[in-house]
């Protein structure tokens, strides 16, 4: 094999690809239902759009709220059963265009890791099929993953230009750094605190946005040297490799102890970087801990349960799968919701048929239990965390403005059964019927 | 000590290699030269794949005032469009962002409102605290001919 070819397909422990897919995607399907769900009441608001690509707006419908709380469900539910199962190709390239397609619908959403998670989707289209039993049995399993190696190449190019943009004035002078910190208390201490050593602010504010830069080429240098690290014995490489996990981690922990908008943006990095940076023997504890509830259940094997005929088994599974899909999609009481755990469910219930002609019933099973696992803990988290409230009061917001009393009445009274403990709207909804029964006949 | 098992997969096959390293290669380069062609261009407003982390848009030294204007035939004054009432929060601050796109497909859509409408007027006007140049942008559609005119000036 030439070098390229070394590098490109050359061994990999099985356990990284694993674990950086299957931590991206149940952060996906956290993120997807906690996170854009609630901010789906913009969509299509004033009868206005502007969609990433122009050939989308000349296809598209005008996107709607209940378009895209329901594709984000959808596309949470999709991450989570891959993330349990592993799913197929298939799955995994739905996945990727619904995903997608959520985000560049409208320009509204402009994260820009969100097209990041494109990416990363994309190749993990092209990810060698793994399960944690290949990963955790067998020792140290090493695997060609191209798709993995191409990931570090892309996570590299990001850093790179992360790093060039910090070449411009206006952060090189600290002058970014300064709004982007200048809300936060505890930065404010610890930066009086260094400021004691003598330095003058302003060289402090230059040291501070150049080794940013720098910590980022370190970073961007580290995916493509590390990555190849399993099948080298060079103790700099793993040094290295510590070092950028150190920056990675510190650089993006940072991030979210400041007021600015990036929503999980920092999360998937952890991840990303944990997957390339640590120790091969710590991710496969890590997969040996996460994995082990489901291993435990999997093999104390529910006696009765296995003496059933496997058609009957598949049925029964499969059967109450999409019923608890289905119904879960009518309880969360969102727009878009109800259809789409209708088709989510119906979508199980055609598989189980299909599975119970074909020969890969057990599959169809597992999926059919992740998806059912996967409903109740969207269930369990929108109970939990205010994502209706969030959603209803978004919605409130934008009626103030453009709509009418008795619609921002209405979104106030939908919101309010979510309201989380001392944070109850009653006193504006009173204040609103007030007004309107004061205003009845204009 | 007893050493590890290793199980290697083996790599895809020399045919199938050299497919996928075209492969690599073009996306490679088109994940480069996406990002480049924002750092190359003298208009900056469409960050959206430049991998910027912090945006230069989002986080400005200066402070915008946007406002659209539609003119009837004949008429030198402009009627205000009333942005608060006719589009979301999230629209005008792209709106104060001064994202072309979006620029552009809200003075369409105005041109669309009504019959009446002959050109729509999008201006924006940034002021920097320290009173320092700062970007003000016009852009005037003509509804009937569908000409854009952008004017860009630091003032």
């Known amino acids: 094999m030439t070098a390229w070819d070394r590098y490109w397909f050359g061994p990999v422990a099985a356990v990284r690809p694993f674990v950086l897919e299957r931590v991206v995607l149940f952060l996906l399907a956290l993120d997807a239902w906690v996170q854009f769900v609630p901010h789906g009441a913009r969509y299509g608001a004033g009868g206005f759009n502007v969609a990433h690509f122009a050939w989308l707006d000349a296809v598209q419908p005008l996107p709607s709220p209940a378009l895209h709380v329901g594709l984000m469900l959808i596309v949470g539910g999709l991450a989570w059963v891959i993330a349990c199962t592993g799913g197929n190709r298939g799955l995994r390239v739905l996945l990727l265009t619904l995903y997608t397609y959520g985000w560049a619908m409208s320009r509204l959403d402009a994260y820009q890791h969100h097209y990041l998670l494109s990416l990363l989707l994309g190749a993990f289209v092209f990810f060698p099929p793994s399960r944690a039993t290949d990963v955790l049995d067998g020792g140290a399993k090493q695997v060609s993953a191209w798709a993995f190696v191409l990931v570090a190449a892309n996570v590299a190019i990001v850093y790179i230009f992360a790093a060039a943009t910090k070449t411009e004035a206006g952060w090189a002078s600290g002058a970014v750094l300064r709004q982007v910190t200048g809300t936060s208390q505890w930065f404010q201490y610890v930066w009086q605190w260094v400021l004691r050593s003598g330095l003058s602010d302003d060289t402090l504010w230059e040291v501070v946005a150049r080794a940013v830069a720098l910590m980022q080429i370190l970073i961007a240098v580290a995916y493509v040297v590390v990555v190849r690290s399993d099948a080298s014995r060079a103790r700099w490489v793993r040094l290295l490799g510590w070092g950028a996990l150190a920056a990675a981690v510190g650089f993006h922990g940072s991030l979210l102890l400041f007021t600015i908008e990036i929503r999980w943006f920092s999360y998937y990095m952890f991840a990303v970087a944990g997957a390339f940076f640590l120790p091969e023997g710590v991710l496969r504890g890590f997969v040996r801990l996460a994995t082990f509830p489901v291993r435990a259940v999997a093999q104390s094997g529910v006696r009765w349960w296995t003496r059933l005929p496997t058609g009957l088994r598949s049925l029964a599974v499969v059967l109450s799968a999409s019923g608890i899909v289905a119904l879960v999609g009518f309880h969360l009481d969102l727009p878009g919701a109800t259809a789409a755990g209708l088709m989510c469910g119906g979508a199980l219930a055609v598989m189980g048929l299909v599975a119970a002609l074909g020969n890969n019933a057990a599959r169809v099973r597992q999926v059919a239990i992740a998806a059912a696992a996967g409903a109740l803990v969207l269930a369990a988290a929108v109970h939990v965390l205010p994502v209706r409230f969030q959603y209803y009061l978004y919605v409130v917001a934008d009626l103030q403005r453009r709509g009418e009393p008795r619609q921002v009445l209405a979104a106030y009274e939908k919101a309010e059964p979510y309201a989380p403990r001392g944070q109850s709207r009653q006193r504006q909804i009173e204040a609103l019927r007030s007004h309107l029964e004061t205003h009845r006949d204009e | ?155």
């Open chain 2, 1 to 155: 000590m007893a050493a590890r098992s290793v199980d290697t997969a083996s790599p895809p096959a020399r045919r199938l290699r050299r497919l996928i390293s075209l492969g690599i290669a073009a996306y490679l380069t088109w994940q480069v030269v996406l990002p480049l062609r924002y750092y190359l261009r003298e208009n900056r407003q469409d960050e959206r794949f430049a991998w910027r982390i912090f945006s230069a848009l989002a986080i400005p030294p200066y402070r915008c005032e946007v406002r659209v204007q539609e003119f009837a035939h004949g008429e030198q004054l402009g009627r205000e469009v009333n942005l608060a009432r006719t589009l979301h929060d999230a629209w005008t601050a792209a709106l104060r962002q001064g994202q072309d796109a979006v620029v552009r497909q809200f003075l369409h859509t105005r041109c669309g409102s009504s019959s009446l409408v002959e050109a729509v007027e999008f201006s924006r006007l940034c002021r920097r605290e320290d009173r320092a140049a700062a970007p003000h942008m016009r852009v005037r559609l003509d509804c009937r001919s569908g000409d854009l005119r952008t004017q860009v000036e630091m003032q």
